[in-house]
Structure formats: structure tokens, C-alpha cells
């Protein structure tokens, strides 16, 4: 029985981590991706971080990540599919059959960006794409289109400091 599970292991998360840790909790964090992070492992440059101006999302990733670690937070992979309320304590269930049990939970689950479907979509999610605002009040199938054919033009080599990937 855990003090305390956290639930998604993105900057929300680890930072409950990190607090529980230091408050002593014996925790639990669940996360469904190998290495955790969250949204911000796909974002090319966080420039709004104290202290660190410009860094990428995947290295400030990793650094919540080895905070969290360094602190003796203990992780383990998993997709949560239910939470059930036992009164004096929570049960975590996992997709591959596992249950966990702590006294509290923290859901820290964040956010998924809805997809557009357009070719090049998964490639370049997190590069430096500007999309214009005024372009979301065209119909669906022309805005695709727009999207696609800016990709296609390799709008995003104007930024020639880009991940490989974003070229
Ligand atoms: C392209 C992009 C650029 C961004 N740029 C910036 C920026 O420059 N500056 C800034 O401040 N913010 C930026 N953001 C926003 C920032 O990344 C988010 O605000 C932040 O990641 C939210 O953190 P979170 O922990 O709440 O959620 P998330 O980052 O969404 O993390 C949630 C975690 O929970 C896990 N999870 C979800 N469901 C389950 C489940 N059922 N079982 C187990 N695990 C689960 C997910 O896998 C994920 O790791 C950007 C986001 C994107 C997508």
C-alpha cells in the first residue's frame, strides 16, 4: 500500500512527485509511455522556464524526470483504465491486469491535441509550425488541405536550427 499514486508521469505529475518525496510519502507514479514527460517531450523549444531559456521540451523532460527519480520516486509503466474508491484506500487498475492500492491519488493525465489527419501530421507534431487562426473558419476538408500542402512545401525549412525531423 502506497501513500500516495500519482497518475501520468508529464511536468504535473512529476512535479507532485517531487513535492510528495519531499514531504516523505512512499509514491507510486503510473505512466503509459516508456520514458514519461508528457506534451512536452514533442515541443521543440520551451522559452517560458525559469532559468532555462530556449531548452528543449525532450531534455526539460528528462530533467523533471531525473528530479523525480533522484528523490526516490519509484515509477512503473502502465496504462490506467480504472480508478475504483474503496474508502480508506484508492485501487489503480492497469491495461495489462495489474492493480495498485494507496491511501491517495493524484490524476495528472494532462492532454492529447486533437489530430487533423493530414499526411506528416505525426512526423513533424512538436516543430516549429505556425498555423493561422483565421484559417480554423474554412471547412474542414479545405483547412486539411492548406495544412498539407504547407508541410508539403517545406514551409518548416525557414527554420534551419529545426530537428533533423522538422526539415
Ligand atoms: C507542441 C507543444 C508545445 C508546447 N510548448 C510549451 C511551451 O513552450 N511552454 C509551456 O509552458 N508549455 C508548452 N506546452 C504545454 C505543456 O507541454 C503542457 O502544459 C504540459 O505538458 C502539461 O503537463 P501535464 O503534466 O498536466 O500533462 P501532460 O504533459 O499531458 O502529461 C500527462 C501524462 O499522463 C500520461 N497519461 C495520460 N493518461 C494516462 C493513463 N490512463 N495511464 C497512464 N498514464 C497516462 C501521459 O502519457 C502523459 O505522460 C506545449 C505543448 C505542446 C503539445
Given at each position: 500500500m502506497y501513500d500516495l499514486i500519482i497518475i501520468g508521469a508529464?511536468?504535473?505529475?512529476?512535479?507532485?512527485?517531487?513535492?510528495?518525496?519531499?514531504?516523505?510519502?512512499?509514491?507510486?507514479?503510473?505512466?503509459?509511455?516508456?520514458?514519461?514527460?508528457?506534451?512536452?517531450?514533442?515541443?521543440?523549444?520551451?522559452?517560458?522556464?525559469?532559468?532555462?531559456?530556449g531548452i528543449n521540451g525532450f531534455d526539460l523532460a528528462q530533467k523533471?524526470?531525473?528530479?523525480?527519480?533522484?528523490?526516490?520516486?519509484?515509477?512503473?509503466?502502465?496504462?490506467?483504465?480504472?480508478?475504483?474508491?474503496?474508502?480508506?484506500?484508492?485501487?489503480?487498475?492497469?491495461?495489462?491486469?495489474?492493480?495498485?492500492?494507496?491511501?491517495a491519488l493524484i490524476l495528472a493525465g494532462g492532454a492529447e491535441h486533437a489530430k487533423l489527419g493530414v499526411p506528416g501530421e505525426e512526423e513533424h507534431r512538436g516543430c516549429p509550425t505556425a498555423l493561422p487562426v483565421t484559417a480554423l473558419s474554412l471547412r474542414r476538408e479545405t483547412w486539411r488541405s492548406w495544412v498539407a500542402a504547407m508541410w508539403q512545401w517545406r514551409m518548416l525549412s525557414t527554420f534551419p536550427d529545426s530537428a533533423e525531423r522538422c526539415i
Open positions: 508529464g511536468p504535473a505529475g512529476l512535479s507532485a512527485a517531487v513535492y510528495g518525496r519531499r514531504a516523505g510519502f512512499e509514491l507510486l507514479v503510473v505512466e503509459q509511455t516508456p520514458m514519461g514527460g508528457g506534451q512536452v517531450v514533442d515541443t521543440y523549444e520551451v522559452d517560458n522556464y525559469l532559468g532555462m531559456p523533471f524526470r531525473g528530479h523525480a527519480d533522484g528523490l526516490g520516486a519509484v515509477f512503473q509503466s502502465g496504462r490506467v483504465t480504472a480508478v475504483r474508491d474503496e474508502g480508506a484506500y484508492k485501487v489503480v487498475e492497469t491495461a495489462d491486469g495489474s492493480s495498485y492500492e494507496a491511501r
